[in-house]
């Protein structure tokens, strides 16, 4: 067979996939507690479908149950049959609106053998479902049947409920010369279609060759040293390519198996990992934070059997790795990957040498660093090449001058490299901030953040400012029960980061809001965050405030002035900090100190410190007398 997917899927049910060429990479790890075997499980036993050749486990139920290698081509050599019935062709466009689940990736994987696979959310409301088939030129969806009915006034596309696809009948062909699993196209042709999540831009339409997403798969088991006794864990959404190329296909065209949870339940998560016994875990920052939160809330015990555990789509605060490391007792792996060219870096195995807060080196492509405006001296933004880069977006040739530059793909993200050309990941081109004279990363100040005792998540946001022209604001996750207060947190923060760093206000939120694969939605936090500041603020009431009211007034140039307001966020900067110090100490002649205005920057705390200071001054009077 060509490389394809489907003659790739058959080489592994027949015990023949990639051929590892990562030489002395090793098969197991040193970690907390000692070393762990690869491809072995709690007891030795491999539950759901063990056995050889077709009938060894492929995609697994989170109880344990497994469809196998038979199984699964059985569902592909059935799906042929269905489209062809259905007049359709490998250069058609199939929409597959699936809950997540083993059932689900059968199907997704089956489509990507026979046409253009177009993974949709099922949860988006049905106006943006019925509006991406039209906008994607879909000729058909694959869909639970009470989907599909609501779906029927969409019209002209045809129906194919995913509930019949997971019964094919008995004499599919499995063979790895059958005729029903022969490819329809050579590999160049576009088997999967997505759309970039447009986090800080419109999405964007990415098309994905069979041989690219080969190549992707390839690259991760190299970089994994993945074989037939690998199972992968994997929670993310199949929509997304994390989750339907870095764990369903890498998995099974390593030749293992995949565990498909149908959504990511943390309280779930140690009992399915027990049950099912994965080597491996494939997650996102936010999930693995939520882990640990349901491991200390529920006294889980330590994880047995992990070779490793990966972690992508989003930067992890290093702060967390030993913690994760520590619960998994595995080598957590932080890699870095693109929708536009899946993984382009990762941390090695161990013994290689892994580096917290980075996220590796180059695997499978160039990468260069180049001066942008929105990098610091350091740093630039991050450029990558090669055959696993695509070229260009579907119909876009505005997004294509802006993406592409002499072969080279300009990713947005910004990073730098250290002496070991390890690659740190610094933040996004949108996500570096001028404020003031000062460029400011907001993903430092994320990890900052995180870095805290008792915050469990954690983003920091722009704000337009009348003289800074941005201010900064965060939002943080604090871990139920704890005892410091925001004010406190604030206060540690100003002790690792400089001033012009620490955000002018920040909020303790019961959630940060997060794209599926754990991008942070700045936009929305701040949005939501406006949405919620009180209507009206309490009025100055005692001497102090009244008075300080006045002078802010006289200073800010503003009609109203209450105790909630902020130094920063009503104008003040660091220039005219010092200003306002004088002010207040030819009114109540005492002298603040600026740290107490960064350490409370509201009217009232300000209140509060001159009342001390001014009491302060009476006593050492009194005393004197």
Known sequence: ???????????????????????????????????????????????????????????????????????????????????????????????????????????????????????????????????????????????????????????GIAMLASEDLA???????????????????????????VRTSGTTSGPKVIRLSEARLLMAAANMQRIFALSGGDRCFCPMPLYHTHGLITGVLSALCSGGSIVCPPEFAAARLFDQLERTGPSWISAVPAMYQAALAAAERDAARPI????????????????????????????????????????????PLPPGR???????????????????????????????????????????????????????????????????????????????????????????????????????????????????????????????????????????????LPGYKVPSRIDAVASIPRTATGKILRGVLAESLRRTEPAAAAAPATATEISLAGYWKAFFQCDEASLSDDFFSSGGDSLRLVDFIEGVAERFGVELDIEAILNGPRLDQIAGSIDELSGASDRIMTAAG
């Open 304 to 347: 047995a059997g992990l070779r490793f555990v990966r972690s992508s789509s989003a930067p992890l605060p290093a702060s967390l790795v030993p913690r994760i490391e520590a619960l998994f007792g595995a080598p957590l792996i932080e890699t870095y990957g693109i929708t536009e060219a899946s993984v382009v870096a990762s941390n």
């Open 167 to 193: 019964d094919p009948p008995d004499d599919a062909a499995v063979a790895e010369d059958a005729e029903a699993l022969r490819p329809w196209a050579g590999p160049d042709r576009t088997a999967l279609v």
């Open 354 to 496: 892994r580096k917290p807060g980075s996220v590796g080196l180059p695997t499978g492509v160039e990468i260069r660093l180049v001066a942008s405006a929105s990098s610091a001296a350091a740093d630039g933004e991050i450029w990558v090449r090669g055959p696993i880069v695509i070229d260009g977006y579907e119909d876009n040739p505005e997004a294509d001058r802006a993406g592409f530059a002499d072969g080279w793909f300009r990713t947005g993200d910004l990073g730098r490299f250290d002496e070991d050309g390890y690659l740190f990941i610094t933040g996004r081109t949108g996500d570096a901030v001028k404020r003031g004279a000062n460029l400011v990363s907001l993903v430092e100040i994320d990890s900052a953040l995180v870095a805290l005792p008792h915050v469990v998540d954690a983003a920091a946001y722009s704000v337009p400012h009348p003289t800074l022209g941005i201010d900064l604001r965060a939002a943080i996750v604090i871990e139920a029960g704890s005892g410091p207060s925001v004010q406190e947190l604030r206060r540690m923060l100003l002790a690792s």
């Open 1 to 155: 067979m060509e490389a394809t997917i489907v003659g790739q899927l058959a080489r592994a049910r027949a015990g023949d996939p990639f051929a590892c060429d990562n030489g002395d990479s090793p098969r197991s790890g040193t970690v907390p507690g000692g070393t762990v075997p690869g491809g072995t499980v709690p007891g030795g036993a491999v539950p759901g479908g063990a056995g050889t050749g077709g009938a060894r486990a492929a995609i697994l139920f989170v109880d344990g149950a497994a469809l196998s290698y038979d199984d699964l081509l059985r569902r592909i050599a059935h799906l042929r049959r269905r489209l062809g019935e259905m007049g359709l062709t490998p250069r058609d466009r199939v929409a597959c609106i699936l809950p997540g689940g083993p059932d689900a990736a059968a199907a997704i994987l089956a489509t990507l053998c026979w046409a253009e696979c177009v993974p949709l959310s099922p949860q988006l409301p049905l106006s943006e479902i019925v509006a991406g088939l039209a906008a994607l030129d879909v000729k058909a969806a694959i869909a639970p049947q009470p989907l599909l009915a609501a779906l029927g006034a969409a019209g």
